[in-house]
């Protein structure tokens, strides 16, 4: 049974920081690419960023990049997203994510406030 497991999120100010931490277990860890996403109300879900599951390469999507750090340890099963300089626009429920046997699975989402 996949399961993700998100912890961190809550409430911060303005140029904050925050870490987000994903504890994946029902599959081979690290054989698999892993995600972040995000989710604001009454918008669309968007890819935030992206790890091979080596943690070797990585993606992000243009607003985060320079801000936000996706990592891992594949020894722990667990995927981070580390959030410097914080703004506003980035308030929104965080998700982790894996597809696994054509299945897409998700966490049970974090939410994230950005606020003074």
């Known amino acids: 049974q996949v399961q993700l497991v998100q912890s961190g999120g809550g409430l911060v100010q303005p140029g904050g920081s925050l870490r987000l931490s994903c504890a994946a277990s029902?599959?081979?860890?690290?054989?698999?690419?892993m995600s972040w996403y995000r989710q604001a109300p009454g918008k669309e879900r968007e890819l935030v960023a992206t790890?091979?599951?080596?943690?070797?390469?990585?993606t992000y999507a243009d607003s985060m990049k320079g801000r936000f750090t996706i990592s891992r340890d594949n020894a722990k099963t667990t995927v981070y997203l580390q959030m410097n300089s914080l703004k506003p626009e980035d308030t929104a429920v965080y998700y982790c994510?894996?597809?696994?046997?054509?299945?897409?699975?998700w966490g049970q989402g974090t939410q994230v406030t950005v606020s003074s």
């Open positions: 029902g599959f081979t860890f690290s054989r698999y690419a």
């Open positions: 790890i091979t599951s080596g943690g070797d390469s990585t």
């Open positions: 994510f894996v597809r696994w046997s054509w299945t897409d699975y």
